[in-house]
């Protein structure tokens, strides 16, 4: 285990990326340097039956590329137009870091909960959402049932055993008492086209990222213009680049030095979206009632 350092810094020092184990007190002591952040955004590993599934996919995928590479003479249309479509599949990468426990998010909880000054909203599967909540509510806060993050066409069932799985779920939970009792009504779901980002020609793909245009809403939702947002598992760093657009500061935190490089590249290149700051309340009760799939993408 390597002691917190600081990754990178944006030329206005409102954007921090650390390298660090957000599980661990004395780290994140170091990287909050006394700081409160306003909102806690996260999307954290997920559980072993759903890092389980991944895999599964991971080796049907090879399968279907393995076989169109077998048939460089199809006979027929059918055959062509299957080996075509197959042979343009990416082998979808494994999943490089551990899944979570429910042990794991307990101690995510116990440590940031009363360090957030705010809103705590993690991205999770169904199986760990229980804990989530359920360790919100031990540490005193409000919880709030299940938000589904819905990408339509994302994590297809390769194994063709079942339905595919589309859905992952929003905890969310807050301080009891003003002002966040009065933050006003918020959306019950967020549903989005299939994301760009983790499209196979994209060079900064990782396992896991989330679309840009999803996380400006969580962001918008969950957070006011100026407040600190901390994702303590930052990945690619799409919560800091929706952060930036979205005028809030922001600290990334992750143990990965390869996916810190990603989030460091992405944020840099990011600006405010005066548009889209003006445009904020728009995205929160005026939407409520909208047709899914309307005002989903961020424009980067």
């Known amino acids: 285990m390597v002691d917190a350092s600081i990754f990178w810094t944006s030329d206005d020092g409102k954007y921090e990326l ?27 590993p997920y559980s072993e ?32 137009r ?42 999770t599967d169904h199986i760990l959402f229980p804990h989530w909540a359920g360790s919100a509510g031990v540490n005193g806060r409000v919880a709030f049932a299940p938000l589904p993050f819905v990408e339509t066409g994302s994590r297809v069932r390769m194994v063709g055993d079942g339905p595919s799985s589309w859905t992952c779920w929003l ?32 060079d900064e793909r990782i396992i896991g990222g989330k679309p840009i245009g999803g996380m400006c809403m969580i962001v918008s939702d969950y957070s006011r213009r100026g ?18 657009m979205m005028g809030r500061p922001a600290i990334g935190i992750d143990t990965c030095r390869e996916h810190l490089e990603i989030a460091a590249r992405r944020i840099a290149r990011t600006r405010e979206q005066v548009t889209l700051l003006g445009a904020e309340q728009d995205w929160g009760q005026s939407e409520l009632f909208a047709p899914p799939g309307e005002k989903e993408e961020c424009e980067s």
């Open 49 to 80: 039956q759903t890092h389980s599934g991944h895999k599964a996919a991971v080796l049907t995928i090879k399968r279907a590329v393995d076989f169109s590479a077998s048939q460089p003479k199809a006979t027929n249309q059918n055959q062509r």
């Open 18 to 44: 650390w390298l660090a184990d957000a599980l661990d007190p004395e780290q994140v002591a170091t990287v909050l340097g006394g700081r409160t952040p306003r909102a806690l955004i996260v999307d954290a």
């Open 227 to 244: 407040d600190l947002v901390v994702d303590p598992c930052c990945g690619a760093g799409t919560t800091l680049v929706a952060a930036r």
């Open 171 to 202: 905890s969310v939970s807050r301080p009891r008492g003003e002002p966040w009792s009065k933050w006003g009504a918020l959306r019950g779901a967020y549903v989005l086209r299939e994301r760009y980002f983790n499209a196979a020609e994209n």
């Open 82 to 123: 299957y080996a075509s479509r197959n042979g343009g599949l990416r082998a979808r990468a494994d999943i490089t870091y551990a899944p979570w426990s429910a042990d794991d998010v307990e101690r995510f909880v116990d440590l940031w909960s009363p360090l957030t000054m705010g809103w705590m909203c993690s991205l």
